[in-house]
């Protein structure tokens, strides 16, 4: 294995070999140069110092790669651990895929694709947090209990009807019904971020393939498109789930529910 497949995916593109070959890293490479002669360096010392100077310079310009969230799945509860996990499984095969397709324009798109993989995998991440926080506020009202409590309240005004009893039995209505609305939401995003995860692994296994036998980059248009619907989806989950739920991000990573 060469010193190239050693390099991080994200370094592995044009904008890499734009930064190495960039006009003012080779220019402060010889203004360093220049000022070890004067300093009366030895040879060895002012290539030394030449090169410092153009590596600092390269390092600024090196692409980076996005910061998200830390996903760590051992925090959620099942099923949404298991989705999670699922997506970091095929994400960990992507990049073993294009790890080891030959350097070209095949594989810095599939780089590109690859960022979106990354995000559709953050995305499913705080999918599963927010899915993880709305079964806990589901635990919160005790749907069972506010069911019992609903029947006796009703009993109640049936035998000794007024406004105390009739406001009584209008709280824990509004109450069962948000449980069972919240229940609802928590099934579907199940349901839903399984179907997904089930396209991100097909998308995985149509790059391996397309890794292995592509010789254009064209192959991999119908590719970039799924992928793109993919992540798109996943936002899209995610924002029905705060919309649904009343979650928000708090400030420590964690995920309120309203009414929890």
């Not at 010193?3 to 734009?18: G, H, N, R, S």
């Not at 509860?77 to 073993?96: C, H, I, N, T």
């Not at 990354?118 to 705080?126: L, N, S």
Request: hydrophobic share 45%; aromatic share 2%; proline share 3%.
């Amino acid at each position: 294995m060469g010193v190239v497949d050693k390099l991080p995916e994200q370094w592995k593109t044009q904008k890499t070999a734009d930064a190495l070959m960039a006009p003012s890293a080779i220019v402060l490479s010889g203004v360093g140069a220049a000022a070890a002669i004067l300093a009366g360096l030895p040879f060895l010392a002012i290539v030394g110092v030449g090169a410092l100077a153009w590596l600092v310079r390269v390092a600024t310009l090196m692409p980076r790669g996005k910061r998200g969230d830390r996903i760590d799945a051992m925090t959620l509860s099942d099923p949404w651990r298991g989705f999670v996990r699922e997506a970091l499984d095929a994400q960990r095969r992507y990049r073993k895929a294009v790890s080891s397709t030959n350097a070209g324009p095949l594989r810095d798109r599939l780089v590109e694709i690859g960022e979106r993989i990354d995000a559709g995998v953050q995305e499913c991440w705080r999918v599963a947090r927010r899915g993880n926080a709305l079964v806990d506020a589901i635990g919160n009202l005790d749907p069972a209990a506010a069911q019992r409590q609903l029947a006796a309240a009703k009993e109640a005004v049936k035998l000794s009807p007024g406004p105390d009893q009739e406001a009584t039995v209008k709280a824990l209505q509004a109450q069962a019904d948000s449980a069972d609305r919240l229940v609802k939401v928590a099934s579907d995003a199940q349901d839903k971020l399984r179907l997904l995860d089930a396209r991100l692994d097909e998308s995985v296994a149509r790059a391996v393939e397309l890794s292995i036998r592509a010789e254009d980059v064209g192959e991999l248009g119908g590719l970039g498109g799924d992928v793109e619907s993919l992540v798109s989806d996943l936002e899209t989950l995610r924002v029905a789930l705060d919309e649904a739920g009343g979650t928000k991000e708090a400030g420590g990573g964690t995920v309120q529910a309203a009414g929890a």
